[in-house]
C-alpha cells in the first residue's frame, strides 16, 4: 500500500447545523459525525477534504485523536476475585444445645405474638359485623319507607289538556 492511502484525518463537529441548509446538515452526517463535538477518523482523500471545505464553519480538522477525560479513566466500580468461605463443623453435642436454647425462646415469643395478634383481629372484627347487620336492616327498612312517602303526597289531579 502508498503511503497516501494510509494517511487519516480527525475532523471534530464544532457547530450546530440548526439555522442551515439540509444539504450542510448532510454533509455533516456523511462525514460519520453524529453529535456535537464527536471527533471521527476518515481517509485523507479528495472526497472527504471537499465534504469537509463544503462546511467548514460546521466542522474542523484536529490534528491527533481528542485526549479522554481524566475522570473516564477511573473505574466506576471494582471487581473483587472471590474468597472461598471454609464452614467448620461443630465440636461437640453441648453447642449444639447450647444453639438450640435460644431458637425455643424464640418459637415461644412467636407464639404469643400470634396468639395476640388474633385477638386483636376478633376484636376488630366484632364492629365490621355489627356494621353489616346494620346495614342489612337499613336495606329492608328502604322499599316501606319509598311506600310511606308515596302516600303521605296528596294526588295530584289529572287534567287534560285539550284543544280550545
Do not use: N
Request: aromatic fraction near 4%; charge should be positive; hydrophobic fraction near 35%.
Amino acid at each position: 500500500m502508498t503511503e497516501k492511502s494510509q494517511r487519516t484525518i480527525h475532523v471534530e463537529w464544532k457547530r450546530s447545523g440548526i439555522g442551515f441548509t439540509r444539504r450542510q446538515r448532510a454533509s455533516v452526517r456523511g462525514l460519520g459525525l453524529r453529535r456535537l463535538h464527536h471527533v471521527v477518523e476518515c481517509e485523507d482523500t479528495p472526497q472527504v477534504r471537499g465534504l469537509v471545505s463544503a462546511v467548514p464553519h460546521l466542522v474542523e480538522i484536529v490534528k491527533g485523536a481528542r485526549k479522554p477525560t481524566p475522570w473516564a479513566a477511573i473505574p466506576e466500580y471494582t471487581v473483587y476475585p472471590k474468597v472461598e468461605v471454609v464452614k467448620e463443623k461443630a465440636p461437640a453435642r453441648k453447642a449444639r444445645q447450647s444453639e438450640e436454647a435460644p431458637a425455643a425462646e424464640t418459637h415461644e415469643a412467636a407464639a404469643t405474638a400470634k396468639d395476640s395478634r388474633a385477638k386483636r383481629s376478633k376484636a376488630a372484627a366484632k364492629p365490621a359485623k355489627a356494621d353489616s347487620v346494620k346495614a342489612k336492616a337499613a336495606e329492608k327498612k328502604a322499599p316501606a319507607m319509598k311506600k310511606a312517602k308515596a302516600a303521605e303526597k296528596p294526588a295530584k289531579a289529572k287534567t287534560s289538556k285539550g284543544k280550545k
